[in-house]
């Protein structure tokens, strides 16, 4: 019998399992991982509404221009170009302004071209070095020339000034009340918040409504409805004959009274000339003749018709 061939040596070495390590083994142990000593990014911030980012471009770019205005000599058109893209980039401001007026029956267009005037005028005065926003400065400029148009130009009816004044604070109070009490306030409310009587209170809402007159041709209470015109009664017939009958009493008593008596007979008691004839004992061409006359008087002493 034969010996067995031995294996090779390699196939024994892998065959054979690795040493277990003794605890006391100085071999080191893995270190762990080190926590980060980064700090924790900071929360996306939240994105801007369209409308708050047009109001940040426009505050940026107003910036720019105003420090580009400031370098550059009246009446050249470089400050011409700057200038008129500050007015374009700062119009909605007058828009806004104008937006608190629409109450007053007034053309938007009128009073978005006047709040432009103001805008104008706080645009040539306005500092950027004060360090005061734009915006600030501007808007009371803005309102306060709406205010003198309403004030000046439009009101048809003359309002006398402490009771315009006194009107403003109304309508004013009036707005606090309704946002507080969520319904329009009382007439006795608003004369106990300005501590006035309910008679001026009265007075200043007549006084609101006096910017213009109101015509008795127009409409009323929506379209298709009869103007104040058409409501107030048809025309007499006789309101001519009141003024012809005070004239003629007028003229009459210029005249003889025989010829008065003629023209009454005529007249009045509708009777011909023959019938007068013989009520007065003369003859009918006499009386003809008195008719004519007394006509003829009648005419001249008409300081109408001459």
Known sequence: MSASTAPPQDQVSALTPAPAQSPDSTAPAPNPTPPSTQPPAAPPAPALSPAKRRGADTRALTQVLFAQLKDL??????????????????????????????????????????????????????????????????????????????????????????????????????????????????????????????????????????????????????????????????????????EHRDLVRHLLVQLPEREQRILLLRYYSNLTQSQISVELGVSQMHVSRLLARSFQRLRSANRIDA
Not at 103 to 111: G, I, L, Q, T
Not at 119 to 128: Q, V, Y
Not at 140 to 157: L, M, Q, S
């Open 73 to 242: 000599e009246p009446g050249t058109p470089e400050h011409t170009r700057v200038r008129t893209a500050l007015i374009e980039a700062n119009l909605p401001l007058v828009r806004y302004a104008a937006a608190r007026f629409r109450s007053r029956n007034e053309p938007m267009e009128d009073v978005i071209q006047v709040g432009t005037i103001g805008l104008i005028n706080a645009i040539d005065r306005f500092d950027p070095e004060r360090g005061v926003q734009f915006p600030t400065f501007a808007m009371p400029t803005v309102i306060g020339e709406i205010k003198r148009y309403f004030r000046d130009n439009v009101r048809t009816v003359h309002v006398p000034r402490r009771l315009h004044e006194l009107w403003v604070q109304v309508n004013s109070a009036t707005e606090d009340l309704t946002t507080a009490f969520g319904r329009s306030p009382t007439t006795a409310e608003i004369a106990e918040r300005l501590r006035i009587s309910e008679e001026d209170v009265l007075s200043c809402i007549e006084a609101g409504r006096s910017y213009h007159a109101a015509s008795l041709e127009a409409a009323q209470e929506g379209d298709g409805l009869p103007g104040l015109l058409d409501r107030l009664g048809y025309e007499d017939p006789a309101l001519d004959g009141v």
